[in-house]
């Protein structure tokens, strides 16, 4: 996914598409403030990455003829897709076990999860296909993750096709976390470690559980 896949559209105008005009509703300038989503610190800068609205998370692609799901495994060979997320505000965090950032955002997720998880919004960490069950298993039980189920992008696809490239570098990198809508539309996404365990992380998720 390259970065013209990103709407040029300004924040005001996208939210405001989003929620079907109501922005505009009683035409005042405090409304427009009220409609919009919350962004500070990282989330406010030009790495926190959103998307045009109603912009579908692939389920599937098509390569030499045939199609091919986006799916990702639960350690039961369950497979999952985007279609599996909606009813929710998902934050899905793509990660490995031998990324030193991911050793902290993993664990702080897993908290994130026990706070805020619920009707609204689930958490989701899906780990690359270069860890072995095993090796996933030993960094949950080194860093007591205890939410957060274990799933596995086994061939590659759920990482290079949901994941964005990284805005200023323009590759995908670990830890990346993308935000779903309850529809399976994107919201927005990070590479890096943006803080949603922050008090303006939080903010921003209880804002998109309210509005998305």
């Known amino acids: 996914m390259s970065k013209a896949t990103f709407s040029k559209i300004s924040r005001r105008s996208m939210v405001a598409a989003g929620l079907g005009g109501a922005a505009l509703l009683g035409g005042t300038s405090l409304s427009i403030a009220q409609s919009q989503p919350p962004l500070a610190g990282k989330f406010a800068s030009a790495l926190y990455m959103q998307f045009p609205a109603g912009e579908a998370v ?54 994130l999860a026990r706070q805020l998880e619920g009707p609204k919004l689930r958490i989701i960490a899906i780990a690359l296909m270069e860890d072995s069950l095993q090796d996933i298993e030993r960094f949950y039980s080194k860093y007591a993750i205890r939410k957060l189920r274990i799933y596995q992008d086994r061939d590659h696809l759920a990482f290079s096709q949901i994941a964005p490239a990284h ?33 303006e992380g939080i903010k921003l998720l209880k804002w998109y559980m309210d509005n998305a």
């Open 58 to 111: 692939p389920t599937a692609i098509t390569a030499q003829g045939y199609q091919f799901p986006v799916e990702w495994y639960d350690t039961a060979g369950n497979s999952y897709t985007a279609d599996d997320l909606r009813g929710r505000l998902t934050l899905i965090q793509f990660w490995r076990t031998r990324c030193g950032a991911c050793q902290y955002e993993v664990p702080a997720m897993d908290a």
């Open 167 to 199: 805005p200023g570098h323009g590759v995908r990198a670990t830890p990346t976390t993308v935000l779903v809508g309850p529809r399976g539309n994107y919201i927005s996404a990070y590479s890096g470690v943006p803080g949603w365990e922050r008090p």
